[in-house]
């Protein structure tokens, strides 16, 4: 649930896009609650970044109570410690401090940015809505009928009904299968008590990562952690253990009717983990093929010289567990066909024939370019370092992954490729009009 950036702040991150992201050095250590801690102290500009990453994503739901995990994130700031959802917002807005929370798949998210003067009273009311969440009735119904409306609202997206219907399909048993906020179905029949249960289930401080950038320091923040965090308890279980989803063995093809004068399409399979020791010769083999924009292999010939598509764009998701390898694209209804089959077309003439050395030149001189401009802002920094630390890919990611981009060679893309692309066991998923062939 998102808090505006008060104009004070935003005036201050506006300031900051070219300070902060130089020569990112994180201290990483761990709590004795089991706290992950980064930590990138940057006393340039007198303001706070504070990412808390929950290991409570949509994962941990179970099919029947689909939806729970999102449910949860959208109630914290909504009460807590004895303050209502308006007094915590109005004490933050007073301070010009702005709390944002979320859900994904894997993981909940709590983002505190805040200026340095208020940084003790900010931290207290994050701590509050992260330990101490009221979880009222009246807030619940109300919370619940509102993601019920975005559910319904979500229903005449088509990109979205084309996303979900290709995880529901390539994901088959595997928990990756649902929609973060889950169903209308599901989600109608929650009760409150099942709210509380995932909270005391997963909201834990061993199952917590704090990514933290700005004008703090270590003995600052451990001293905030000590002062208002003291009894928040860690769990005793550990996460449940999730196997990695398992692969199609051949092409499939689903078609959902709608009334839409565009064709969605998404085509792809199970793609490769964060984890993955080839992960980053995938990351530069993808960039050629269609990560690159303007000048990548699929925009080029299904966009440029095929004329089937205004975009088209592919991508592997850096998942925690083996996610999706996706291209995604619109194109006329009476096209799809055809724009899918050169699509497979593009699959496999790179698969095998891999790129040229012009081509793999120009994507690692841009992402190796590009990299340090995404760390522009303490808040882009906390949200990569909170991603490094839950993939596990340690303290000195920011220097190391340029070079490993750089490190990679002709071959080792030919071979990624090789192995990593399959377009003779595609998933093809339409969205397009009904009397479409």
């Given at each position: ?57 949509s994962i941990y739901d179970t099919d029947e109570k689909a939806g729970v ?172 253990s999730i196997p990695d989803p398992l692969p199609l063995g051949k092409t ?74 996706r291209v995604v694209l619109q194109t006329k209804n009476d096209r799809a ?101």
């Amino acid at each position: 649930m998102r808090r505006g950036v008060p104009i004070l702040l935003a005036g201050v991150l506006m300031m900051a896009v070219y300070q902060a992201g130089a020569g990112i050095v994180p201290q990483v250590f761990r709590t004795d609650k089991g706290v992950t801690v980064w930590l990138a102290s940057r006393t340039s500009l007198p303001f706070v970044v504070i990412k808390v990453l929950v290991r409570a994503g949509s994962i941990y739901d179970t099919d029947e109570k689909a939806g729970v995990a999102y449910l949860v994130s959208q109630l914290l700031p909504e009460g807590a410690g004895g303050m209502t959802g308006l007094q915590i917002s109005q004490a933050l807005d007073y301070m010009g401090s702005d709390l944002d929370t979320g859900c994904t798949k894997e993981y909940a998210t709590l983002t505190l940015v805040t200026l340095k003067e208020h940084l003790n009273e900010s931290f207290r009311l994050l701590s509050l809505v992260l330990s101490q969440p009221a979880f009222r009735e009246e807030d619940f119904e109300r919370v619940k009928k509102e993601v019920l409306g975005e559910l319904l609202k979500e229903e005449e997206d088509p990109g979205l009904v084309a996303s979900r219907a290709f995880d529901e399909h390539l994901f088959g048993d595997h928990p990756y299968h649902r929609p973060e906020k889950g169903y209308y179905k599901t989600v109608e029949t929650l009760t409150l008590e099942d709210v509380k249960g995932f909270y005391r289930r997963f909201y834990r401080p061993n199952f917590s990562i704090f990514s933290v950038a700005g004008d703090i320091t270590r003995e600052e923040l451990e001293g905030l952690m000590d002062a208002y965090l003291g009894d928040w308890s860690p769990s005793d279980k550990p996460l449940p253990s999730i196997p990695d989803p398992l692969p199609l063995g051949k092409t499939e093809k689903v078609v959902l009717d709608k009334q839409v004068t565009q064709a969605n399409i998404v085509m792809g399979h199970l793609g490769v983990k964060r984890s993955n020791p080839d992960f980053v010769k995938v990351y530069v083999m993808n960039q050629i093929l269609g990560g690159g924009g303007l000048t990548s292999r699929l925009f080029q010939k299904v966009r440029e010289e095929g004329g089937f598509s205004y975009s088209v764009y592919s991508y592997f998701q850096p998942s925690y567990w083996r996610g999706a390898f996706r291209v995604v694209l619109q194109t006329k209804n009476d096209r799809a066909q055809a724009a899918m089959d050169e699509v497979v077309k593009v699959l496999e003439d790179y698969k095998y024939k891999g790129p040229t050395a012009q081509e793999l030149e120009d994507a690692k001189r841009y992402l190796t370019g590009s990299f340090p401009l995404r760390l522009n802002t303490n808040q882009e920094i906390a949200d990569y370092m909170a991603f490094a630390a839950l993939h596990n890919l340690g303290a000195d990611y920011f220097v190391r992954f340029p070079k490993e981009i750089e490190s990679v060679t002709l071959e080792d893309v030919k071979e990624a490729a090789m192995k990593y692309l399959h377009p003779d066991r595609l998933l093809e998923v339409v969205v397009k009009g009904p009397s479409s062939p």
